[in-house]
Every structure is written in C-alpha cells, then in structure tokens.
C-alpha cells in the first residue's frame, strides 16, 4: 500500500541517531511528568490547578506574535545550511535576535497592560485566589520573555541538528522540575504554594534558556551576541512571518482560546480537566514530536538543495510513521482511559476521560498534516496557504463559543476541533499540489488509506476483549497485549512497504545477533 523510496543511508543514519538520542530523553521526561502532575494535582488541589493551567495559558496567548517568527527563524536558518551560505546565516541570525529583543519589550509592555486588566477583571477566578493568580501571571510573563528572547538560539539547535545537546539538556531540565515539585509537596514551610511553584519552575526554564544561548555561542558560528538589522533579510522573514501570523493566531484561538472560553462558561475545573487531558497528550505526543524534531530539517534541507524525490519520501513515510508511533500508544489508553486515570490521580476532575479520548483522538488527526506544514514553510510561499489554512483553523473559536454559547457539553469544543483539523488536511494537500506538484491522489492512498485501514484492523480484537471483560488489572492488561500486537502485526503486514518490511527485519536480525552473539 505504500510507494517505494530509496533514501540516502547516511540521511537515515542521522535521522535515526537524532530520533533516538530525543527518545532517550523523552521516555525519561514522560516519567518524570505523570509522576508530578498527579502531585501537583494533589498538591495544589483542583482549583489551584486549574487556575495554573488557564492563568499560563492566557499568558501563552501573548506568543501570537511570536510565534510566527519562531517558524519563521527556524525555516530561514535550516534552508541556509541547506544551501551553505555562512554569511547569510549569520544575518539571519543577527536580525531574528534583533526582533525577538525588541518583541520581548513589546509584550511587557501589552501584559502589564491588557493583560492585567482582562485577568482581574473579565476571568473566572475566585476571589480569595486572586493575588495568587497575578503572582502566576507575573512569573510567567518573565518566563515568556526569556524563552523569546532564547529563540534564535534553540532554533539554531534543530537547524544544526544537535539532538543530543537537547536531549542532555531536557534530562537535566526534568531533574529541575521535579525537585522543585517534591520541594513544595514535602517542605516544612508554610507558604502559598500555588505562588511559590510558579516562581521556582520560573528559575528553572531561566536555567534552561542561559543554558541553550551558551552552548549555541560556543559551537555555532553564526550564534554570536550582537544586534544587528539586514534589510535584506528583515523583509524575507517579515514578509513569511506576517502570513504565518494568521496560523499561529489560529492555533492559539484553537488552545488557548477555547481553554478560556471553558474558563468564562465552566469555571476553573474544567480548565482542570483540560490541564489533565493535555498532560496525557503531552506524554503520548512527545514520541512523534522527537521524530518530527529529528525529520522536520531534513525535508527542509532536501527542498533547498533541489532533492524533490527525496523530499517527498520523507513527507509521506514522516506522516505515516508518526501516525503508526502516536497510534500505538494511543490505543490501549483509549480504551482503558477511566482506568488508567484512576491509578494514576485516584480522583480526577468531571469530563476528564473524555477530554482525554477526544484531544488523543484529535492529535492522530493533526499528525497527518505535520509533514505537510514543514513541505510548506520550507517553500517559503505561504501567503495563500495561511489565509486559507489559517481562516479555516480560525473556525474553531468561533463555533465553540456558539456550541457552549447553546449550552452543549464541554466535550463539544474538540469535536469541533476534530472536524476543523480534517478540513485542514484536505487544505494542505490542495495547495501543495499546487505548490510542489504534490500527488494528492498518492498521498491519500499511501498516507490516508494506509493508516485508516492500519486502525481498523487493529481495534478488531482489543474490542471483543473489551466489550466481554469487566474492568479491572485483568482487563487492563489484557487490551494492552491485544492492543500492541495487533497493532504492530497490522503496520508490519499492511502499513509498510516491501522494503520497508525488509529493514524492519534487517534490524531485528541485527539485534538478535547482538543479543545472542
């Protein structure tokens, strides 16, 4: 079912070094955060909590501006490698820096403005908790600050394809957290510990910037502190930015938005609830964002240096290989998700499993177009494809301000989301056979058609099991086994190709030999 590609081994070898150097750190860091979630669960209770996750995400939305630019700095930064050019990868560099300083100042000035107003006036918080939610507001707008002005640096990192630095770091950056966590569960003092968990995680990503600016100073030519304005490349990147600006505004009315329309309508429980289901997705997602990490300036590269047969190889096996890794992981919790939150938080906030089926359900729909987006933002021409894409995205507020509006079910507002991210696709792939003379027709089969027909065969038996079994370890255990076999023996037989088919078991000989001798 899936086209024939001949890609480079050394491109392979370093994808696969890149990848496994970021699951090395993520199996450790998705430990670490389920562990610690459910103590700040239950350290901070379910209001606090809530009001953590809605008051930080109302500061996240001050990242629309920035964000854009971020794509923009990443893509500009990897085609330039791609092509060689060490001067014009210094401009770049010494702009973005330039602009992300001066961003930094600009959204200062629109928190302390703006965004005290709406938090003291227009959110959903409870009064007695008030001054903890502006001290959670201030700590992570300076966090913001610091993590904007660093982002030269770390996209620099994923340019060069340093993976290991990230990996090494990201390990240590969990260390940080979690004794942080265990501090405020453990000490002896009595203080706000809302407040106080805020201001340490503060400290914590401030290490972790100083840290990527430091090492990118020292390894990389062009990552040298110095403020400097190239016309040239401010109107390139301006220009790229200010179209992706519509996308990232709709990404953040997709999140963020809709998080404080829960917030307005429900309350913050269910920002609670939402804070938890994204945890769960976090975890899970992490797997494919390691691999796209490691994929995505590959197919930029490969589009710079005119290698197009290679390029669209890594599109359509990234989209499918993504799906396979989220698949397999998402499945058994989707079917045992009330379960599996009990004996994580014993007690968990309304709504939560199925915030956690839907927003699961929704990221195997969004890993089909990741490829797409990084095909697309290494063109460089994105102006149509933002105003559509990007107007489409923008849907989901929206609507979901109607839905709750209407007095639907919260669960509602990822439905909606779910019908959006498909649309979407269908979006993508229109415009980049347009733009790359992308066949939609071979996407939809090799990509679409492969891992619809990899799903269905694999919920097969995991559903009798379910459907004949009462709940509890026995159960639990049983869709597991089912779920990762099935699963496995269903990409194996039917989601891979020939040659695909035959790596996988070049591999498995290898390690055999290996493990035996």
Same mark, same amino acid.
């Given at each position: ?15 696969? &070094? ?16 389920? @562990? ?7 350290? %901070? ?31 500009? %930064? ?10 014009? *990868? ?28 709406? +938090? ?9 908790? +008030? ?54 569960? @453990? ?36 990552? &040298? ?41 429900? /309350? ?26 490691? *994929? ?11 290698? @197009? ?14 799906? @396979? !890794? ?26 939560? =499993? ?5 927003? *699961?359900?929704? #990221?195997?729909?969004?890993?089909? #177009? ?18 559509? =894409? ?11 301000? %109607?839905? *709750? &509006? ?20 269908? %979006? ?20 679409? +058609? ?44 039917? /989601? ?18 290996? !493990?035996?001798?």
């Amino acid at each position: 079912m899936s086209t024939e590609y001949n890609i480079p081994k050394t491109n392979n070898k370093r994808i696969a &070094k890149n990848t496994l150097m970021l699951y090395m750190r993520m199996m450790f860091s998705m430990l670490v955060s389920l @562990y610690t979630s459910r103590v700040v669960l239950n350290m %901070l209770g379910v209001e606090d909590y809530g009001i953590y996750n809605v008051v930080g995400g109302f500061v996240a939305m001050f990242s629309l501006i920035s964000n854009s630019l971020s794509a923009s700095t990443g893509r500009f %930064l990897t085609f330039e490698l791609g092509k060689g050019d060490m001067q014009r *990868l210094k401009q770049v560099f010494s702009t973005s820096l330039t602009i992300h300083a001066i961003l930094a100042v600009a959204v200062l000035l629109l928190a302390e403005t703006i965004g005290i107003w709406f +938090l003291n006036e227009r959110m959903t918080i409870p009064t007695v908790r +008030l001054h903890a939610a502006n001290w959670v507001f201030q700590a992570s707008v300076f966090a913001f600050m610091m993590g904007l002005f660093s982002v030269p640096y770390s996209a620099s990192i994923v340019s060069h394809e340093k993976m290991s630095f990230f990996a090494y770091l990201g390990i240590f950056d969990v260390l940080m957290r979690l004794g942080v966590v265990l501090f405020i569960a @453990y000490s002896p003092w009595q203080f706000d510990r809302l407040i106080i968990y805020a201001m340490l995680l503060v400290g914590v990503s401030v290490i972790w910037q100083l840290a990527n600016m430091i090492y990118c100073s020292r390894h990389f030519q062009e990552c &040298k502190l110095q403020f400097a304005f190239h016309s040239d490349n401010w109107k390139e990147m301006s220009s790229f930015a200010g179209w992706n600006f519509i996308g990232c505004t709709a990404g953040l009315l997709k999140d963020q938005g809709v998080n404080l329309l829960l917030n307005l309508f429900m /309350g913050p429980v269910l920002n609670a609830a939402r804070g938890v289901a994204l945890s769960v997705n976090t975890a899970v997602g992490s797997f494919v964002g390691n691999f796209m990490a490691a *994929l995505s300036p590959q197919i930029t590269k490969s589009y710079a240096a005119g290698e @197009y047969f290679y390029m669209m190889s890594l599109v359509e096996r990234g989209a499918r290989f993504s799906f @396979y !890794i989220l698949f397999l992981l998402t499945l058994p919790i989707l079917f045992e998700t009330e379960f599996i939150l009990t004996l994580w938080l014993n007690d968990f906030p309304p709504h939560t =499993v199925n915030f956690v089926r839907l927003i *699961l359900l929704l #990221s195997l729909s969004d890993v089909l #177009s990741n490829t797409l987006i990084t095909l697309q933002n290494a063109t460089g021409k994105i102006r149509n494809y933002q105003i559509a =894409v990007g107007g489409a995205l923008m849907l989901n507020f929206p609507i979901s301000y %109607l839905c *709750l &509006k209407m007095g639907c079910v919260p669960e509602s507002v990822f439905i909606v989301a779910l019908i959006v991210s498909v649309l979407c696709l269908i %979006l993508r792939l229109l415009f980049l056979r347009r733009m790359v003379q992308l066949s939609v027709k071979q996407y939809l089969y090799s990509v679409c +058609l492969n891992v619809l027909s990899v799903s269905l065969i694999s919920v097969i038996i995991p559903i009798l099991v379910y459907s004949q079994m009462e709940e509890g370890w026995a159960r639990f255990l049983s869709i597991i086994f089912c779920c990762m076999v099935c699963s496995a023996l269903s990409i194996y037989l039917v /989601g891979c190709s020939m040659s695909e088919r035959k790596f996988i078991l070049e591999r498995v000989r290898l390690m055999k030999k290996r !493990i035996i001798g």
